[in-house]
């Protein structure tokens, strides 16, 4: 059978390694706790589910195509202009609708050595040319990024904070990165992380773009508000990048029960801090618990931590992830970020963070 004998992919689709989501179960162990995702140990807002309750007796209607109340109800919790930001199926349906509105076959389009999956598939899947730049003890370097511009880069996926490393760039340096770029390279500041992080020189990316015609700044209900079933993203942008981008996607892409439980969600400003607080109390002690057990954790201001195991003698991430997953601790395995030594553990309920230090310090026989 030749090429011509059935329908062919466009030039880039199929030199995407499609994105492979984290576990869910493990066969035969008594309890598993999946800490592989990022989830929130806490769960959503009590709001948020008693506004989904309210909107299930509404099902047969379609969702307002603006998501209108979601935008005012993110307006008002950042103090934006609500025509400023566009709503979506979660983030990274930003992303892909981003790239298919300002990538076009042969263009370029930045990414950083282990940023997330999704900015390469996504620029190949426009027809563009994906390009990284090296990192610096795992966090972006802008002195990289700015070297790997060309005249065909069109577009910068940054994550800050970056998944899976758990590492931000300060906001001098993101301001760097973008007085660096030509002014027709559009930057992405993707902020799914920020809530997470209490750092002074941190940013989310508001300032940036309210100050700039190519920024864009990404950000999901997914993490801290515990929303991921539901799949909510939003960007802040400038007017002329909302106009672009709603012209390309889908005139209902967020469904009404997710408008109804992202506005009641970002208004519960108690249940967010109280995430905040207990992803403190315990991302230290991880990092402290495995520290002791001899493992080196990339330094991390989200959610979850970047743990490294040796590259032989037995102890490697792969027969660790084994161990653990065996025993019911689902870890997620990051090869394929260009990280085959090292594991990314998510921040979960106390049990789960005992337990696997427990089996870790059983692995490594200590």
Request: glycine share 8%.
């Amino acid at each position: 059978m030749t090429s011509l004998d059935r329908p062919q992919p466009k030039p880039g689709v199929m030199d995407i390694a499609a994105y492979v989501p984290g576990r869910e179960s493990v066969p035969g162990a008594a309890k598993v706790w999946k800490l592989s995702s990022n989830e929130t140990p806490l769960g959503p807002s009590p709001a948020a589910l008693e506004a989904v309750r309210e909107a299930s007796r509404h099902l047969d209607r379609y969702p307002d195509g603006s998501a209108t109340k979601l935008r005012e109800a993110i307006a008002q919790a950042h103090g934006l202009n609500p025509a400023n930001i566009l709503c979506s199926n979660g983030s990274d349906e930003l992303l892909g609708l981003l790239a298919q509105t300002y990538v076009k076959p042969g263009d370029e389009g930045i990414f950083t050595e282990h940023g997330f999956l999704i900015y390469k598939i996504q620029i190949l899947a426009a027809g563009g040319v994906p390009v990284v730049a090296e990192e610096t003890d795992e966090r972006a370097d802008v002195d990289a990024i700015l070297a790997a511009v060309t005249e065909r880069t069109k577009i910068v996926f940054l994550a800050n904070p970056n998944n899976p490393t758990g590492t931000y760039l300060p906001v001098d340096e993101v301001k760097r990165l973008r007085a660096g770029l030509p002014r027709h390279v559009l930057l992405v500041l993707d902020a799914a992380y920020a809530e997470y992080v209490r750092r002074n020189d941190y940013e989310a990316g508001v300032e940036l773009v309210s100050s700039s015609e190519n920024v864009v700044m990404t950000r999901t209900f997914s993490k801290i508000h515990g929303l991921a079933g539901l799949r909510i993203g939003w960007m802040y942008a400038p007017a002329h990048v909302v106009d672009a981008v709603n012209r390309v996607r889908g005139p209902f892409n967020v469904n009404a029960i997710a408008i109804e439980a992202g506005a009641a969600a970002i208004r519960d400003k108690a249940h967010v801090e109280q995430a905040v607080a207990f992803n403190e109390t315990w991302r230290t002690w991880l990092t402290d618990e495995i520290t002791k057990l001899g493992l080196r954790v990339t330094p991390s201001v989200g959610n979850f931590l970047l743990i490294h195991f040796p590259e032989n003698g037995g102890r490697t991430a792969e027969e660790a992830d084994a161990f653990l997953t065996a025993r019911g601790y689902i870890l997620r395995r990051v090869a394929g970020y260009g990280l085959p030594n090292a594991l990314r553990l998510t921040v979960g309920p106390e049990e789960a963070n005992r337990g696997v230090i427990a089996t870790l310090a059983e692995f490594l026989g200590r």
